[in-house]
């Protein structure tokens, strides 16, 4: 019984400790748009570029994801080669499984290298 009721005075306790630190930043902004448009006007987007490099961006960052992903695939591989314990079902699949995720890696820095060669050959910095 007392247990339970200091576990929920501690937990009110804690809980009106950690908001009552929280400072309040509540401060009136008399024209928001003007401040947006003054930060528009006076950033360095070049909009011939915009396009190409949202595309490049994105197409890098997919190949990044699937890159890290066949990262984890080959640790995975080693992981299930170093336990497979002499089985040999278990050894060929790790096996399978790194050789495998070692030709990934290769196609996607491949990839990476390509897309940024074609992104650079169609849309070139003047």
Not at 75 to 85: L, M, N, Q, R, V
Not at 109 to 121: H, K, P, Q, S
Request: hydrophobic letters at 50%; a negative charge; one cysteine or more.
């Amino acid at each position: 019984m007392y247990k339970k009721t200091n576990k929920i005075i501690i937990t009110i306790g804690l809980i009106l400790l950690t908001t009552a630190c929280l400072p309040v930043y509540a401060e009136e902004t008399p024209n928001i748009q003007e401040e947006l448009d003054y930060v528009g006007q006076h950033t360095s987007i070049e909009s011939e570029r915009d396009l190409p490099e949202f595309v490049g961006r994105l197409i890098k960052w997919a190949i990044g994801i699937v890159g890290v992903m066949l990262i984890a695939f080959l640790i995975y591989g080693g992981f299930s080669y170093a336990t497979s314990a002499g089985n040999e079902e278990k050894l060929g699949t790790a096996k399978k499984i790194i050789v495998y995720a070692i030709i990934g890696v290769v196609i996607i820095g491949l990839a990476y290298v390509l897309t940024g060669y074609v992104i650079d050959m169609l849309f070139p910095l003047e």
